[in-house]
């Protein structure tokens, strides 16, 4: 019988320095050590894409597509060549591979890309070799094999996807947290960590701006029911497993979106706006048709490019960040009820919103983004810390 086949993701801190890559390959013996065949997906060392990124705009402010791909993938290059090279001075052997030699098939979406399959036959070779596998995240190739990227944070994706080529048994991400939180806990430090979530929830939750998993591989997960684990590269808890699809009433998590920008335009334009996000396949974060005030929001990171397209038609354009509410209500006046209060609330705290929305699942609100972080903390212990616990534990920090 084959020994059970292990996919683990460690992302840029945990692979941050030789230090840490050191303790990464100790780990990943282990996992081999108590008799499991492991791939694992390194992400580039913290700071690595950025700086990469940063260079690129030295170029140009919007770089040629499949260049920047090129560039980007460098730095996942660098880290899983590094963690092999150690496995192997451990005395495990070990190979690295880029996302093209790991069978990593995507469309052709540079900077965007998804991935359309895997030919594991390579990865699987290897492994019967009794090899440890070590395959670059976040990077595969077209069909014309040119480089590409998954979008920021796609190495969870690159593992998820790859544990279900590889029908493994689990796929466990190591990152610099120990779990998933209620919230960001570097944004809200009452955030609680979660033993468990189902996929409908996790998926909200990362598609409305928690960084903790890239939505692609929670839809992916999902999907193909992926046994799927978060928990910390540093420390030995149990993280949080992400499963199933059934779920209690109530707020579970809020998640914050940074970066997103409003972009303003006459009210006659809205609609050619919407088209201009979808012929450039930018999603759209909202869309805005208030008295005096239409236009979309979308990610600050898309906006030079409908900028450059849609340039003369834009009236305005204003940071603005998201809050939003995730959770199961009983009814939609529930709902409504939510976004209400958190208003009321806001506005107490001197807090303008700029938008509300009411989704199935969710509430969103927009505000000024020097303001969200406070908001997120308002927000979040109203609705999911109860104040008899807040209570507590501001008295335990007092004694
Ligand atoms: N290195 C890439 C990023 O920073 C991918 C990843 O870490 O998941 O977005
Ligand atoms: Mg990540």
């Known amino acids: 019988m084959k020994e059970p086949l292990l996919v683990l993701k460690f992302g840029g801190t ?69 963690l092999a090279m150690m496995l192997n001075k451990m005395g495990y052997p070990a190979v690295s591979l880029t996302g093209g030699q790991a069978g990593v098939i995507t469309d052709n979406l540079h900077n965007d890309a998804t991935i359309r399959h895997i030919n594991t036959g390579y990865i699987e070779a290897l492994l019967q070799q009794n090899q440890i596998v070590v395959v670059a995240g976040f990077q595969g190739v077209n069909e014309n094999g ?40 570097r944004i809200v430090p009452t955030a609680r960590k979660l033993d468990t979530i189902d996929f409908p929830h996790m998926e909200i939750m990362a598609s409305k701006g928690a960084k903790v998993l890239h939505l692609p591989c929670v839809c992916y997960a999902w999907q193909n029911q992926v046994p799927l684990r978060v928990r910390s590269s540093f420390s030995s808890g149990e993280g949080t497993l992400v499963k199933g699809s059934d779920a209690e009433f109530g707020v579970y998590g809020i998640a914050v979106q940074k970066d997103l920008i409003f972009v303003e335009v006459d009210a006659r334009e809205v609609d050619a706006l919407i088209s201009q996000c979808q012929l450039l396949s930018i999603p759209v974060w909202s869309v805005i048709e208030q008295t005096e005030r239409y236009g979309v929001v979308v990610k600050e990171s898309a906006y030079g490019r409908l900028a450059l397209v849609f340039a003369e038609k834009i009236r305005n354009s204003d940071r603005v960040s998201s809050l939003s509410a995730i959770g199961t209500p009983k009814s939609s006046s529930e709902v409504q009820g939510i976004v209400e209060r958190s208003c009321e609330l806001l506005a107490g705290a001197g807090i303008d919103v700029f938008a509300s929305f009411a989704g199935n699942n969710y509430t969103m609100l927009l505000l000024k983004p020097d303001v969200v972080e406070k908001a997120a903390n308002i927000i979040h212990n109203k609705f999911i810390v109860s104040e008899e616990v807040l209570e507590q534990q501001q008295k335990l920090a007092v004694s």
């Open 146 to 185: 040119d480089i590409t990227t998954l979008g920021r944070g796609g190495s969870d994706t690159s593992a998820v996807v790859l544990a279900g080529a590889l029908n493994a048994d689990e796929c466990q991400i190591f990152t610099d947290v120990d779990g998933i939180y209620s919230c960001d806990p």
């Open 14 to 82: 945990s692979v941050g320095s030789i230090e840490r890559i050191t303790e990464v390959a100790k780990r990943v013996a282990l996992f081999k050590d108590s008799g499991h065949r492991v791939v694992v997906v390194v992400s580039a060392m913290s700071g690595e894409t950025n700086r990469l990124m940063t260079l690129a705009n030295q170029v140009d402010t919007v770089p040629n597509e499949r260049e920047l791909d090129v560039l980007l993938s460098a730095g996942e290059q660098v880290s899983m060549a590094l």
